[in-house]
């Protein structure tokens, strides 16, 4: 997968994360596409791990593992911020 579809699907899996679980996150379009591409690489990677397939193009099996990973992302970066503070 090229790097401009990695952007695509990072843009399309940030912004539903975000969507998914809403709240006071620092960055704005920039860092809602690294969250989703962090998130498709996290997602892929246990979806590869348990033999399901992983983020291979976008396509609807892509965006769901991506999404998954987003917000596995996210949920943790608030779990660490949460203890921090």
């Known amino acids: 997968m090229g790097i401009l579809a990695w952007i695509v699907l990072g843009l399309i899996a940030g912004v539903i994360a975000k ?3 809403p709240g006071e996150d620092p ?4 860092i809602t596409i690294v969250i989703g591409i962090v998130g498709a690489l996290i997602g892929g990677a246990i979806a590869s791990a348990l033999g399901w ?4 193009g976008i396509n ?3 965006i769901v593992v991506a ?3 987003a ?3 996210l949920f943790g970066y608030r779990m660490l911020v949460r203890r921090r503070a």
Do not use: A, R
């Open 19 to 21: 969507l998914v679980m």
């Open 27 to 30: 960055g704005g379009f920039f």
């Open 53 to 56: 397939g992983g983020v291979d």
């Open 60 to 62: 609807l099996g892509s």
């Open 67 to 69: 999404v998954l990973g």
């Open 71 to 73: 917000i596995l992302l």
